[in-house]
């Protein structure tokens, strides 16, 4: 798991500074989220830090069942003491959520703005407050407004 973790992160921080290619790294990110499927199924996930590391390979998913997916094995991993698995859970939920059009909860999302390159915070519902968040290790609201801003400089 921890190489798999390694490449999905390499993945992600392209060197010199260059742009994600998401033609090359998509394909990547499939073949990971299948073996990483396959460990899962066969129960070859043991310790907290398997689980977090399949959850954030899921969490670069397409699709909201890899969200769902990523979530449970996050909670699994905050769980078994994974530094991360709480905020992981967070971030897996607010996507999943995002992802069957529904308001996030705890404003850890944003979505790139049509004929714009800047982001907006995705849509926001009731119910986590700002203790809540700050407990899964997540920006309270006005962090996550502000981070908003910072982005769109």
């Known amino acids: ?9 390499a993945d992600r921080t392209p060197k010199d500074g260059k742009d994600i290619d998401w033609k090359v ?11 990483v499927r396959e460990l899962y199924e066969k129960g070859n996930l043991n310790t907290g830090l398997d689980y ?11 699709k909201p069942e890899d969200y769902l997916l990523a979530h449970e094995l996050a909670v699994v991993a905050a ?3 994974a530094k991360g698995g709480l905020s992981l859970a967070a971030v897996s939920e607010d996507r999943f959520l995002m992802a069957i059009n529904r308001p ?7 979505k790139g703005v049509v004929g714009s390159p ?15 968040r700050k407990e899964f290790h997540s ?15």
């Open 1 to 9: 798991m921890s190489r798999i973790f390694a490449e999905d992160q």
């Open 25 to 35: 790294v998509s394909p990547r990110d499939e073949k990971r989220q299948a073996r």
């Open 52 to 62: 977090f590391h399949a959850g954030l390979v899921f969490q670069h998913g397409s």
């Open 79 to 81: 769980v078994k003491g």
């Open 104 to 110: 996030q909860r705890f404003g850890t999302q944003y």
């Open 118 to 132: 800047g982001v907006n915070l995705y849509e926001i519902g009731p119910g986590v407050t700002d203790k809540l």
């Open 139 to 153: 920006r309270t609201l006005a962090e996550a407004k502000a981070r908003e801003a910072e982005l769109n400089k």
